[in-house]
């Protein structure tokens, strides 16, 4: 996958151009969250591709150059969502949930792809590759593919920065599982900073509820103790995620009672 993804991003433009994003999708080669005319653009360019379930794939944006692209993310993305679930069942054993329950959310769940490029910069402190939020999602699995720098996280109100960890993946808390563990798990706000003289690549796969269910705290967590947040359907959250730029641990703040 890490070298697919570099020979994917070292194409031509005009090659790049034919998995480019269209009006109206969040899918393909471009840039995303951009809302508004007037914002600053984060300096990378990325691919995003929905790859589970299958049937929700939408092909005309997934390159055949390289050859082997398309069968490597068919099994590298069949390996992850078997990683999520079996993290998922940890989650809920140390919430001390039922694991079939939170497991039901995410049976046919919705996972997404985005590969980040950031080309190096030679002014790095006055661009960003990642402008600082928390993911929408339950988890985030990222793989750095090469080994430099960039992704910082927000702790006490500082940047502090992870270093990659060969053969390792970095797994992010999204707000999704924020709201699902009633405040247990925080999802984490982050961003990326950009290197002046080299590239940096990494892959980060998103996990969704399932489309059809609704997003709020597990009911075994609310016996007890007070709702932290609302619930709402899936579709709606999505829709609030999607046509809002990004901006710090904004949908959590619209999702707190």
Same mark, same amino acid.
């Given at each position: 996958?890490?070298?697919?993804?570099?020979?994917?991003?070292?194409?031509?433009?005009?090659?790049?151009?034919?998995?480019?994003?269209? =009006?109206?999708?969040?899918?393909?080669?471009?840039?995303? #969250?951009?809302?508004?005319?007037?914002?600053?653009?984060?300096? /990378?360019?990325?691919? #995003?591709?929905?790859?589970?379930?299958?049937?929700?794939? &939408?092909?005309?944006?997934? =390159?055949t150059? =390289? /050859?082997?692209?398309?069968?490597?993310?068919?099994?590298?993305?069949?390996?992850?969502? $078997?990683?999520?679930?079996?993290?998922?069942k940890?989650?809920?054993? !140390?919430?001390?949930? &039922?694991?079939?329950?939170?497991? /039901?959310?995410?049976?046919?769940?919705?996972?997404?792809?985005?590969?980040?490029?950031?080309?190096?910069?030679?002014?790095? /402190?006055?661009?960003?590759?990642?402008?600082?939020?928390?993911?929408?999602?339950?988890?985030t699995l990222?793989?750095?593919? !090469?080994?430099?720098?960039?992704?910082?996280?927000?702790?006490?109100?500082?940047?502090?920065?992870?270093?990659?960890?060969?053969?390792?993946?970095?797994? !992010?808390?999204? &707000?999704?599982?924020?709201?699902?563990?009633?405040?247990? *798990?925080?999802?984490i706000?982050?961003?990326?900073?950009?290197?002046?003289?080299?590239?940096?690549?990494?892959?980060?796969? #998103?996990?969704?509820?399932?489309?059809?269910?609704?997003?709020? =705290?597990?009911?075994?967590?609310? $016996?007890t103790?007070?709702?932290? *947040?609302?619930?709402?359907?899936?579709?709606?959250?999505?829709?609030?995620?999607?046509?809002?730029?990004?901006?710090?641990?904004?949908?959590?703040?619209?999702?707190?009672l």
């Open positions: 996958m890490k070298t697919d993804a570099h020979e994917f991003f070292n194409l031509p433009l005009e090659e790049k151009m034919v998995c480019a994003q269209v =009006p109206g999708h969040i899918e393909g080669y471009g840039q995303v #969250f951009v809302v508004s005319e007037d914002q600053k653009l984060d300096w /990378s360019d990325m691919l #995003f591709l929905i790859d589970q379930p299958a049937h929700l794939r &939408d092909t005309r944006f997934w =390159p150059n =390289p /050859s082997s692209f398309r069968e490597t993310m068919d099994k590298y993305t069949t390996e992850l969502h $078997k990683v999520m679930i079996q993290l998922m940890l989650i809920a054993k !140390n919430l001390g949930t &039922d694991p079939e329950m939170l497991l /039901s959310l995410f049976e046919h769940e919705i996972q997404a792809i985005k590969m980040n490029y950031y080309p190096p910069c030679a002014e790095a /402190s006055k661009v960003l590759g990642a402008s600082p939020h928390s993911d929408a999602t339950a988890l990222l793989l750095h593919a !090469n080994e430099v720098d960039g992704l910082q996280i927000k702790r006490n109100q500082k940047w502090v920065p992870v270093k990659p960890i060969p053969d390792a993946f970095t797994v !992010n808390v999204g &707000d999704m599982l924020e709201i699902l563990s009633n405040g247990e *798990y925080k999802s706000e982050h961003r990326a900073v950009v290197d002046p003289e080299k590239e940096r690549l990494s892959i980060a796969s #998103f996990h969704n509820q399932k489309m059809g269910t609704q997003i709020g =705290p597990l009911p075994d967590l609310v $016996k103790n007070k709702a932290l *947040y609302r619930t709402i359907p899936v579709e709606e959250f999505r829709k609030m995620k999607l046509t809002s730029k990004q901006d710090g641990k904004f949908m959590i703040r619209k999702m707190k």
